[in-house]
């Protein structure tokens, strides 16, 4: 297992050597994302979504993950 001084070197040698420019530009935004300590406020539109989502979880209406994959795998092939 690495260290974390070894991880942040490897890390950063790994900046140094990309030039796909929208992997950098995805890399900053996950550390702007992890080092905003700002609050999520959650909308009632937000909460009426996850209210129901939970009901329909409690009532069995969902799709299991591997239909799902399966789905999205006949749509890319097609």
Known sequence: MMSTAELKIDLINRIKNTT??????ELL?????????SVYVTSEDDKKAISEARQQIKEGKVIPNGDVQKEISEWLTK
Do not use: I, N, T
């Open 29 to 37: 935004e996950l550390l702007k994302f992890q080092a905003d300590e």
């Open 20 to 25: 796909d420019q929208v992997k950098l530009k």
